[in-house]
Structures are given as C-alpha cells and as structure tokens.
C-alpha cells in the first residue's frame, strides 16, 4: 500500500516558532496531500502537491516532496495557537481517487 | 457551496444491537463519498467508498456494511455491534475528478 506515515508522532513548540512535520509513503503516488484535524472534529484539506512538483506554499504553509526519497514535509511558520492540531498526510496512486492516511503528528503550539 | 452532514454526532450503543450513521452532501452532484474510521489516537482507516448509486467498493472485510441509496447520500450499517466498533467515524467527499476529499464533523461511536 502507498501508506503514509508521519514524523515525529508529536511537536510542542512555543508561538511564533516554525514547525515542521514530516511523511513518508511507499508505492508510487499521483499527489500527496496535507490535512488537519482538531480534536474531535473531521479533517480539513490544506494543500496538494502533485508528483511533478518539488514545492508548494499556502500562506503560512509549504510542502516538499521529494520522490526519490518518497517523502514530503509540512512546514507551518509562524507558528499561533490556533495551528495546535494533528496533522496528515493522505497520498493516492494509481487510477483511484482513494486516499491512505499516516497516523498523523500531534502538534502543540504553546502561547 | 457545497456542505457535508452526518448524524447523529455521538452514540452509545450495547454490544449486539443494530447501527446506521447517516452522510448527506449538498451542493454537488455525483460526488465520490468515503466513510472512514479512526480508533482513539490512531490515523484515519478507509472502510468504503462509492461512485455512484449502489455502488459500494469496500476496502476491509469487517462486521459494517455500507449503502448509497441516493447520489448524496451514503450510510454506514451494522446488524449486530461488537466492541471493537466503538470509534470516529468520518464520512467524506470528493469530486467525481478530484482528489481533495472534504470531510464532514464525524460521529463518535461507543459500544458497551
């Protein structure tokens, strides 16, 4: 399977400090993609990379995908309160649209 | 704009009785829908998903079966509960060309 699994499986840093996460899959993939989840509630999608592209910036946010390594990273700068949250990488390959989700990494974003 | 719900929001069930959850999509027309669970600090677990009406691709062999009687619609059954059912449930969407999946707000389900 092309499961995605993230690192470190939890951050704690202080507000205004950079964090960044990291993911890794196994098969080949057509995107790779980034969500959060805040406790108790469902996901929200917050960027796609597609294999052709290196990087990738969102405000706040910037993603990395280096194929050859099979891996992505999630960089948040800046960091506020509001980013606590988990954090996942899904990626899909192949001629589906499903995705396969890591376990995802905790983030803490101390004020 | 388009919107996903799902009910209820939480539910306490006994072991061996009966379940349906309930996703519902507004806005779209012939979305690809997804139910997942998620175990207590685990990742996200692919159940089913579906591509048009009556069509169920289902992804683990377990005690939940899964049905899509309307185009935005798509329910989660069970006919008898066990234990290990007990989790967040997350149903999603996607575009019939698109890869980003929207999810709606979960049910927590607990089976004692």
């Known amino acids: 399977s092309q499961q995605g699994e993230e690192d470190p499986q939890a951050l704690s840093i202080q507000e205004g400090e950079n964090a960044t996460m990291n993911c890794s899959y196994k098969?080949?993939?057509?995107?790779l993609q980034w969500y959060r989840q805040n406790s108790g509630r469902g996901l929200v999608h917050l960027i796609l990379?597609?294999?052709?592209?290196r990087e990738k910036h969102s405000g706040r946010l910037r993603v990395t995908l280096d194929t050859s390594k099979k891996s992505s990273s999630l960089l948040i700068t800046a960091s506020r309160a509001a980013d606590t949250a988990s954090y996942f990488c899904g990626s899909t390959g192949g001629s589906n649209y499903k995705l396969t989700f890591g376990k995802g990494t905790l983030l803490t974003v101390n004020p | 704009s388009q919107t996903i719900h799902q009910w209820p929001a939480t539910l306490v069930q006994p072991v061996g009785s009966p379940l349906s959850l309930e996703c519902t999509v507004e806005g779209t027309s012939n979305p690809n829908l997804y139910w997942y669970r998620q175990a207590a600090g685990r990742g996200l677990q692919l159940l089913f998903y579906s591509v048009g009406i009556g069509q169920i691709s289902s992804e683990v062999p377990q005690n939940l079966s899964a049905s899509r009687p309307q185009d935005r619609q798509f329910i989660l059954s069970s006919k008898k509960l066990l234990l290990s059912d007990s989790g967040f449930y997350l149903c999603?969407?996607?575009?019939?060309?698109?890869?980003?999946?929207?999810f709606g707000p979960g049910t927590r389900l607990t089976v004692t």
């Open positions: 999603a969407w996607s575009g019939t060309a698109a890869y980003e999946q929207y």
């Open positions: 990379i597609r294999s052709n592209e």
């Open positions: 098969t080949s993939i057509n995107n």
